[in-house]
């Protein structure tokens, strides 16, 4: 195992769990694997009624948290608080650490020691465990409160390690956000302290039809993103560089998220499902007009050429 100065920092895992018994033992045993040490696993159970229980306790050395349901970033925060790591890393129950990630993580915090923190990218497997097709890993060559305000590394909490001091001292996730948690948290840290991406795959991300991200929808989802970025704007407004990142992230999430959002609307309309179209369609009509006509008349134009 390759050494790190004279000694090496402790690294925290904390794995939020809800109802995780399909994979939760996946993630404990890519923790383990790992070849680094010291580290502390410690699992937050967020009011599960499956085995979780019984999986962690069937790990010795893996520390076990109940608590009734009170969501993901309730249970994140009460994992930051229980752990005595320099380092820590959010690890979703359904995910993997690759094997090498931690002391890759930690030697770069070795050479840039002032960061909040440390990241990479993911590597898509599917229910299975078996590795998705294979696309394009970004490479970029500079990480700051730019690059998060333009959008260019909205990643998963899983791909990054945090300096646990740095994490307490923003107060970790805002506990009332249900989406766009990870974004906000990146946003506060990259403003106040220096990030690093070393460009290398920290997470094997899973997909499934359970996710997390699937359950609160792209709608919700765009319009908690745009909220985030308008929180910015006392601390861009005297810095033209900044604003016009915060402008070129906003159409970057209104041209991504933008149409999977008209997509919901007509799922709903199609549903009768009149209150929720309704919600969505203010919404678009108030923050994204030219994407809602746009594609909501390619889409129904599509529609009408098939009948």
């Given at each position: 195992?390759?050494?790190?100065?004279?000694?090496?920092?402790?690294?925290?895992?904390?794995?939020?769990?809800?109802?995780?018994?399909?994979?939760l033992a996946e993630a404990i045993d890519s923790v383990i694997?790992?070849?680094?040490?010291?580290?502390?696993?410690?699992?937050?159970?967020?009011?599960?009624?499956?085995?979780?229980?019984?999986?962690?306790?069937?790990?010795?050395?893996?520390?076990?948290?109940?608590?009734?349901?009170?969501?993901?970033?309730?249970?994140?925060?009460?994992?930051?608080?229980?752990?005595?790591?320099?380092?820590?890393?959010?690890?979703?129950?359904?995910?993997?650490?690759?094997?090498?990630?931690?002391?890759?993580?930690?030697?770069?915090?070795?050479?840039?020691?002032?960061?909040?923190?440390?990241?990479?990218?993911?590597?898509?497997?599917?229910?299975?465990?078996?590795?998705?097709?294979?696309?394009?890993?970004?490479?970029?060559?500079?990480?700051?409160?730019?690059?998060?305000?333009?959008?260019?590394?909205?990643?998963?909490?899983?791909?990054?390690?945090?300096?646990?001091?740095?994490?307490?001292s923003v107060g970790g996730f805002n506990q009332i956000l249900?989406?766009?948690?990870?974004?906000?948290?990146?946003?506060?840290?990259?403003?106040?302290?220096?990030?690093?991406?070393?460009?290398?795959?920290?997470?094997?991300?899973?997909?499934?039809?359970?996710?997390?991200?699937?359950?609160?929808?792209?709608?919700?989802?765009?319009?908690?993103?745009?909220?985030?970025?308008?929180?910015?704007?006392?601390?861009?407004?005297?810095?033209?560089?900044?604003?016009?990142?915060?402008?070129?992230?906003?159409?970057?999430?209104?041209?991504?998220?933008?149409?999977?959002?008209?997509?919901?609307?007509?799922?709903?309309?199609?549903?009768?499902?009149?209150?929720?179209?309704?919600?969505?369609?203010?919404?678009?009509?108030?923050?994204?007009?030219?994407?809602?006509?746009?594609?909501?008349?390619?889409?129904?134009?599509?529609?009408l050429s098939f009948n």
């Open positions: 195992m390759p050494k790190i100065n004279s000694f090496q920092p402790l690294v925290s895992i904390i794995i939020a769990c809800y109802n995780g018994e399909r994979f694997e790992q070849n680094y040490e010291p580290i502390e696993i410690i699992v937050i159970d967020d009011g599960s009624s499956d085995r979780s229980r019984e999986i962690v306790q069937s790990y010795p050395n893996v520390q076990y948290y109940y608590q009734e349901n009170k969501g993901v970033c309730y249970s994140r925060n009460k994992g930051m608080n229980e752990c005595h790591g320099d380092y820590l890393i959010f690890l979703d129950q359904d995910d993997r650490l690759p094997v090498g990630r931690i002391i890759e993580d930690i030697l770069c915090f070795q050479q840039f020691p002032d960061c909040a923190f440390i990241f990479g990218w993911t590597k898509e497997i599917d229910k299975n465990g078996n590795f998705r097709v294979s696309y394009n890993i970004p490479n970029l060559e500079k990480a700051d409160y730019i690059t998060m305000l333009k959008g260019d590394a909205l990643i998963p909490p899983g791909t990054v390690t945090f300096c646990t001091d740095k994490l307490k249900k989406t766009s948690e990870d974004f906000d948290l990146y946003l506060r840290l990259s403003r106040k302290f220096s990030i690093h991406c070393h460009n290398r795959i920290t997470l094997e991300y899973r997909r499934h039809e359970d996710n997390w991200s699937n359950r609160y929808g792209e709608a919700r989802s765009l319009r908690n993103i745009l909220n985030r970025l308008d929180e910015q704007r006392d601390y861009i407004k005297d810095n033209i560089d900044l604003y016009r990142a915060y402008k070129e992230g906003k159409r970057h999430w209104i041209c991504l998220l933008g149409p999977r959002a008209v997509g919901e609307l007509i799922m709903h309309i199609k549903n009768k499902e009149v209150y929720k179209a309704t919600a969505i369609f203010l919404f678009l009509i108030m923050r994204c007009p030219d994407i809602l006509l746009s594609t909501f008349f390619s889409k129904l134009m599509n529609r």
